[in-house]
């Protein structure tokens, strides 16, 4: 008997998680549509294209500085 009400207990416990999910993504989507940005904290944001100043004592020949 309480097998059942341990498998209730999980199903119940699946679906709040998916419904917090779906709302997670509702939320996402309207921010996208918003124009709304997450955090820019990817890693990237201050990398610059094309090439970088050397360091002074940089030796190309064994790659040390």
Partial sequence: MTT???????????LD???EK???RAQKKQDKR?????????GIA???V???PRHEGFDPQDGTA
């Fill in 4 to 14: 059942t009400f341990q498998k209730r207990q999980k199903e119940m416990k699946r």
């Fill in 17 to 19: 998680k998916q419904r």
């Fill in 22 to 24: 779906a709302a997670r």
């Fill in 34 to 42: 918003e124009g709304k940005v997450g955090p820019a904290d990817d």
């Fill in 46 to 48: 201050d990398i610059v």
């Fill in 50 to 52: 094309g090439e970088q």
